[in-house]
Nanobody
């Protein structure tokens, strides 16, 4: 069984910073990419930043220059440093990974439980 466990999040004033962390655990064979996604009330889940095992990181235009993703896919860890936060960044943030488990070695999407980020104006 594979699990993604997030930590961090909370309430912060506009202009402040927060750090989100995620760790993958369980019967993992290989990780293709890890990243962060968010879903605001009434909106669809959207990509925030993704870190492939090979290739460049990718950011949503709305967070470029403010957020930074880092981590180690081989270890199954990913962090999102969020600076200069705005009220429109308020959402539930999800850690996501495309990985293959040892059971079938087929790449699938896995999600964490989500963590709330609230930015007050």
């Amino acid at each position: 069984q594979v699990q993604l466990v997030e930590s961090g999040g909370g309430l912060v004033q506009a202009g402040g910073s927060l750090t989100l962390s995620c760790a993958a655990s369980g019967s993992i064979f290989s990780i293709n990419r890890m990243g962060w996604y968010r879903q605001a009330p009434g909106k669809q889940r959207e990509l925030v930043a993704v870190m492939p095992t090979t290739g460049n990181t990718n950011y949503a235009d709305s967070v470029k220059g403010r957020f930074a993703i880092s981590g180690d896919n081989a270890r199954g860890t990913v962090t999102l440093q969020m600076n200069s936060l705005k009220p429109e960044d308020t959402a539930v943030y999800y850690c996501g990974a495309v990985l293959a488990s040892t059971y079938d070695r087929a790449y699938k999407n896995y999600w964490g439980q989500g963590t709330q980020v609230t930015v007050s104006s």
